[in-house]
């Protein structure tokens, strides 16, 4: 009878648990279109990670990874999701790495999730990100090789934004691409290619007159050139 009864109690107690977290779920399902209805970032993020405690999933934890790094919170993006290479990994969750370890200022490491992605999808735009590293760790060789794929593959309709001012502006990639081009060429002769990165400044100008970078680097190319008085 007491086995019974034990038993009884047991099954009961497991009902009672699943029906709980059901209704949790559920709750939390419903927490999480409230939220993203109302456009409340950190309530999705936290009922996201209710979600997942209650029902872990890959799926979700990517996602959720990619919120925090849409909203500029990298290291809790990757503490989320980790920063190994994994063959498993989604393209979400690459590309989550990728950016993160970019405004970590973690260039080598970004690297290689950028290079996943550009074997995977190769555009101009992972192309120019993949210069700009490049340029970074100093593998100028390789950063040429992605600037010249990515000028072969841009097309005019493509755009990339630029933060260094107060006010963010944008710049064809095409534009984009010639300015770092310029930049990588001076940087691999500083002397024998000095005239040539001008020039490709000034073509980079000449697509887009507005171009902050470009003309700040100009500017301080031709100031090399000319000699200073005494």
Do not use: W
């Amino acid at each position: 009878m007491k086995k019974i009864l034990c038993l009884f109690v047991v099954l009961a107690s497991m009902s009672l648990t699943a029906q709980t977290k059901s209704e949790l779920l559920k709750h939390f399902e419903g927490y999480y279109k409230q939220m993203k209805n109302q456009g409340d970032v950190q309530g999705v993020i936290n009922a996201m990670t209710h979600l997942n405690v209650l029902q872990p999933s890959q799926q979700r934890l990517d996602t959720l990874a990619y919120i925090y790094v849409s909203e500029g919170r990298n290291l809790e993006a990757l503490n989320t999701i980790g920063i190994d290479n994994n063959p498993t990994d989604s393209e979400i969750s690459t590309e989550v790495k990728a950016l993160a370890l970019k405004a970590l200022n973690q260039p080598q490491r970004a690297l290689v999730f950028y290079e996943v992605l550009f074997q995977k999808s190769p555009n101009a735009y992972l192309a120019y990100e993949i210069a700009d590293l490049k340029t970074q760790v100093n593998d100028l060789a390789g950063a040429k090789a992605s600037i010249d794929y990515g000028l072969a593959n841009v097309t005019d309709d493509m755009k990339k934004a630029f933060y260094e001012t107060q006010q963010p502006y944008e710049v064809s990639l095409k534009g984009a691409l010639t300015y770092l081009k310029a930049l990588i060429l001076f940087n691999i002769n500083k002397t024998d290619n000095l005239d040539q990165a001008i020039t490709l400044l000034d073509q980079a100008l000449a697509m887009d007159p507005n171009f902050n970078l470009a003309q700040l680097s100009k500017d301080a190319l031709v100031a090399r050139k000319t000699p200073k008085k005494e």
